[in-house]
């Protein structure tokens, strides 16, 4: 297996434009998250899907966040419109079975925002 | 404050020596685990440990725990200059969110 795919690894982008971030997880994999790091407030849980469903979202920041998972080998988080503050760097990461079971994180997107 | 909090936050020490570090949580948790991030990627899965264990092994790494004391330790022997990176422990106590992890260095 191919492991977590992301898309795109950079991102550059200019404030106010809509940013869609996407992730491949592993097949077979039932549970989906995705993260933020930064250097100020490390890593975060934005949120995470089990069966495609999103259970908790509690950690996405704001109303410009948003997140989908059409099927179970599909997930993308857009961010509109997107602002200065919203640069980190986002990780999808996928397990299987049960929410506190081993993730396996992708390489990341690294998201600019000018 | 986060739970799951790693200590120290920075590890400095030549090759070949050891490297401690902990991760000490506030309630009981069933699993705690441990993960490696190389500067400029993802991170990886290293060991889980549950609660009804003290111990684990997975090649130059031990892991035990300590939940009468509600943490646990991450013992690298041997390092290598490869081992550079930030550690993260996670537990389900606290929904698996990550602290801020202990850098470490490994000198050749």
């Known amino acids: 297996d191919a492991g977590v795919i992301q898309s795109p690894r950079h991102e550059v982008t200019e404030m106010g434009q809509e940013v869609t971030l996407r992730c491949k997880p592993i097949?077979?994999?039932?549970?989906l998250f995705w993260y933020r790091q930064t250097m100020m407030r490390g890593l975060e849980l934005l949120i995470y899907?089990?069966?495609?469903?999103?259970?908790?979202d509690s950690g996405m920041p704001e109303d410009r966040f948003s997140a989908k998972m059409p099927n179970a080998s599909f997930s993308t988080l857009k961010i509109q419109p997107s602002e200065p503050r919203d640069s980190a760097v986002y990780f999808c990461?996928?397990?299987?079975?049960?929410?506190?079971?081993?993730?396996?994180f992708g390489p990341g997107t690294r998201l600019t925002v000018l | 404050s986060q739970q799951g909090e790693e200590d120290p936050q920075a590890l400095s020490i030549q090759e070949g020596e050891n490297a401690t570090m902990n991760c000490s949580y506030k309630t009981s948790i069933n699993n705690l685990q441990w993960y490696r991030q190389n500067s400029g990627r993802g991170l990886v899965h290293l060991i889980l440990i549950r609660s009804n264990e003290r111990e684990k092994h997975s090649g130059r790494l031990r892991v035990t725990l300590d939940t009468s004391k509600k943490s646990s330790s991450l013992l690298i022997t041997a390092s290598r200059a490869a081992d550079t990176a930030s550690y993260f422990c996670?537990?389900?106590?606290?929904?698996?969110?990550f602290g801020a992890g202990t850098r470490l260095t490994v000198k050749p």
């Open positions: 899907f089990n069966n495609n469903v999103p259970i908790d």
């Open positions: 097949s077979g994999h039932d549970y």
């Open positions: 996670a537990t389900d106590e606290n929904d698996m969110r």
């Open positions: 990461a996928s397990s299987f079975g049960q929410r506190y079971n081993e993730q396996f």
